[in-house]
């Protein structure tokens, strides 16, 4: 008999948290109330929490050159069930400024990494070595100009070259 009296107050207290819960969320529907109700069975009580933000935005870097803005807006159905949706956005991109005028060691394209024109660099301890190139085979018929030695080096890089490809001579800025 004492099992069945302590089923019937579980069954009630849980049954009161249920409509209080349905109440507190028509209640809400009704007003356009942003509240998440959270229901403990085993201490029947019913505690209303913030609900998220409608629209909350967050930034983040996607490249160096390139950021996207994402917004997220949170509604409630008639249901009382919380969606997220996100919220289209357009990404900015700035251009980078153009051709470099100043670089190092590497591989460079002509017109896009670099700018043609004459350019110097220090040279450094060891042997100082470049090529203009009229493509990127890699064959010595895609040579323009080389030049090998230690020190300082002065070349003149066309707008007709393809690349211009560099190593141990530090850094060549334009003059």
């Not at 579980?10 to 809400?28: E, F, K, M």
């Not at 060691?105 to 670099?114: A, L, N």
């Amino acid at each position: 008999m004492a099992e069945a009296v302590r089923t019937w107050r579980t069954w009630q207290l849980v049954a009161t948290a249920v409509i209080a819960l349905i109440i507190g969320i028509a209640a809400g529907a009704a007003t356009g109330t942003k509240t998440t109700a959270v229901v403990s069975a085993t201490q029947s009580t019913v505690s209303s929490l913030p609900a998220p933000p409608a629209t909350r935005a967050t930034t983040s870097t996607v490249a160096p050159t390139t950021t996207s803005t994402v917004a997220l807006t949170t509604t409630r159905g008639t249901t009382g069930i919380i969606s997220t949706t996100p919220v289209p956005t357009t990404p900015t991109t700035t251009s980078p400024p153009g051709p470099r005028t100043s670089f190092g060691v590497g591989t460079w394209k002509v017109g896009i990494d670099i700018a043609p024109g004459t350019y110097s660099a220090p040279g450094t301890t060891r042997d100082c070595y470049w090529e203009r190139v009229s493509d990127f085979s890699g064959s010595l018929s895609g040579i323009i100009a080389n030049h090998l030695a230690p020190g300082p080096s002065t070349v003149t890089i066309a707008p007709t070259d393809a690349g211009f490809i560099t190593e141990s001579c530090g850094i060549w800025t334009k003059v």
